[in-house]
């Protein structure tokens, strides 16, 4: 009985030292907002604005943002199927949407 005690005592200590996973969209967001406070690209806000009426009678599912191509990816959905928009994100002209 001591014996495993001892090793739930262990396993809980070497879990309490294991790293949180980040979340990664955490990581997009503070890379879209560097990026714009350096005047690099647009506000997301900015994007949704002049994309998210145009795509009348979808629900808009959220935002990506990749920061290597400078590209803001729009998720939409429209009854069973799922519209990604891809903008760039310094012009906010869409680059393709499939």
């Known amino acids: 009985m001591l014996h495993r005690l001892v090793l739930v005592s ?3 200590s070497i879990a309490m030292l294991s790293p949180v996973t980040a979340d990664p969209r955490r990581g997009e967001q ?10 690099k ?4 806000r900015e ?10 009678g979808m629900q808009y599912l959220g935002p990506e943002y990749d ?4 590209v803001y990816r729009l998720k ?3 009854r069973d199927r799922v519209i990604f928009v891809d903008v760039d994100a310094r012009t ?6 499939r």
């Open 92 to 97: 906010g002209n869409v680059i393709r949407q």
């Open 76 to 78: 939409f959905i429209d």
């Open 41 to 44: 690209v647009k506000s997301l």
């Open 67 to 70: 920061s290597s191509a400078q």
């Open 30 to 39: 503070n890379e879209a907002r560097q990026d714009m406070r350096a005047g």
């Open 47 to 56: 994007i949704e604005a002049n994309i998210v009426p145009r795509m009348r």
């Open 10 to 12: 262990m396993f809980a």
